[in-house]
């Protein structure tokens, strides 16, 4: 039976491809964005999320812990490597501090609630976006889930960063109505430096995908400090030219995830970044229309 972690499966759901949508959140992602907004996606593993401003310090979490993982000590609270996410801390935490991400499903649990908002989908010409993290590096799981979906015509689509097998974009390429790629960087050591890894796999992959899928929706986030300039666009351009690429959306930064780092215990590293003036973000949408493509600022 294929299982697979995913940390949300968000309803109306209408900035993930054609109409409302319900989209399905993955965990684990190969890339480590420097403006991730969702964070909880990188670890493939269940994960506890802590708001240390919620929490009073109660000192139930520690009581109900049944692998002694958490510990106050000196007005702070701790957990140890030892948890395993077993979720009861946050059920008895009644200043809702504590948060899980990750919970495993099987394809028929992913059914069951996405197969409950059909009648929106119909009304709409919507359907089941899949989205992460990765979603592909489930690929066994995505591509029975796909197919299923297909079974009971209801429109899919994969939002992928394209950093995968191209094995696994053809598996699932046979069951998806459109891709939502993302093109973050242009420039390969840029890319390294602000995502953890080189874009090359991720170019070569959308050319093949382009060769045997017809409906690609490019995807492009637009941040100062990392590619919020023209070249980026120009060289964006000039790549995809003669790729089935159907719609460009720009996806103006934001900071809305920034509370989810503190939460993760990690650092969000906004004085590096920063939202594009609506101006540049319209002469960027104007550059890709005056080559003949359909672009929306936004999703």
Request: net charge neutral.
């Amino acid at each position: 039976m294929n299982t697979a972690n995913i940390f949300n499966i968000q309803k109306f759901s209408v900035h993930d491809g054609p109409g409302i949508r319900t989209t399905v959140f993955f965990k684990g992602c190969p890339l480590k964005c420097l403006w991730c907004h969702n964070p909880e996606s990188q670890n493939i593993n269940t994960q506890i999320l802590y708001d240390r401003d919620k929490c009073v310090l109660c000192g139930t979490c520690e009581k109900i812990c049944h692998k002694k993982a958490i510990k106050i000590e000196n007005n702070k609270l701790t957990t140890d490597e030892s948890c395993d996410c077993c979720g009861q801390c946050v059920i008895y935490c009644i200043q809702g501090a504590r948060q899980i991400a990750g919970k495993v499903y099987t394809v028929d649990d992913v059914m069951k609630e996405v197969l409950k908002d059909r009648v929106f989908y119909e009304k709409s010409s919507g359907g089941v976006t899949l989205s992460g993290g990765e979603p592909l590096i489930h690929i066994d799981f995505v591509e029975e889930l796909l197919k299923k979906l297909k079974d009971n015509n209801i429109h899919t689509a994969v939002d992928t960063c394209g950093a995968v097998s191209f094995e696994n974009l053809k598996r699932a390429a046979k069951y998806t109505d459109v891709f939502l790629y993302d093109i973050k960087l242009m420039d390969d050591e840029k890319h390294v430096e602000f995502i953890g890894m080189s874009n090359k796999l991720i170019l070569e992959n959308i050319i093949k995908l382009s060769e045997i899928h017809n409906n690609i929706n490019l995807r492009m986030p637009i941040i100062e400090g990392v590619n919020g300039d023209e070249e980026h666009i120009i060289k964006t351009i000039e790549f995809i030219e003669g790729l089935n690429i159907s719609k460009v959306n720009l996806l103006p930064y934001h900071d809305i995830a920034k509370h989810k780092y503190k939460k993760l215990g990690k650092v969000y590293e906004d004085d590096r970044m920063s939202k594009p003036s609506d101006e540049k973000m319209q002469k960027f949408k104007e550059m890709f229309e005056n080559k003949g493509y359909k672009a929306k600022i936004g999703g």
